[in-house]
Structures are given as structure tokens and as C-alpha cells.
């Protein structure tokens, strides 16, 4: 199991696309577990097979758990032309604005109280 917080948030974008494509060839190699903490709905969607959201702070909670179903390996260039793809992008960025525009209101799968800080997202790859 890889356990990894925000490890490419700091690289500039052509180090961050290399990174991200060697994390999927490593994972791809190993069959291994990486749980990895994000912000970036396009790296969540790109690396993961499960994208849990959650809203942040000491209380965070589980908002919803998005299951990814597209093929592997996967091609960044592709996907950005996938409908399937883009779908999943579209609910994980409405998730992140119901939560971030009405902090106080749980969103549909959470019976939890947001603490009103910004929501992030945790991956699951493998």
C-alpha cells in the first residue's frame, strides 16, 4: 500500500503529468494499493478507481464515494475527449460547489453536518 498526501500539488504541470504517468505505470507494475489526498478533480479522476469525497478539518467526514470505471492504462489525451470521463469530472465538481457554496447543508449521501471548511479528495488507485 502507497500512502500518499498531495505529492504533486507543489510541481509545475509537465513534472506533475510525468509524475502522475509514472505513479500509473508503478501502480500498473505492482498491483499495489495508493491511497492518495488531492484537490486536483483532473488528477482524481485520471489516477483513481474509487474517489472518496470529504469534507475537511479535524471533523471531516465521507460526502460520497464516486466509483471510476474507465479502462486502464489510461490516456490523459483521451480521456479528455471521453464523455464517460467527463461525467465523472462533472459530479465530483458539483459535489465540491454544493459543498463549498452551502457548507452547512449535507450533501445527498451524508446525513452529517458540514464544519464549513473546503471539501477534499481522497483516491483510491488499484
Known sequence: MLLMDEPFGALDSLTRTH???????????LNN???????DVDEAVLLSDRIVMMSNGPSATIGEILDIDLPRPRDRLTL??????????????????????????PASNDDNESDGEEPALSLVAG
Not at 33 to 39: A, K, P
Open 19 to 29: 509524475m502522475q504517468d509514472s505513479l500509473m505505470e508503478i501502480q500498473a507494475r
Open 80 to 105: 479528455a475527449e471521453n464523455p464517460t470521463y467527463n461525467h465523472y469530472r462533472v459530479e465530483v465538481v458539483k459535489f465540491l460547489h454544493e459543498r463549498h457554496t452551502q457548507p452547512g447543508v
Open 33 to 39: 494499493t495508493v491511497i492518495m489526498i488531492t484537490h
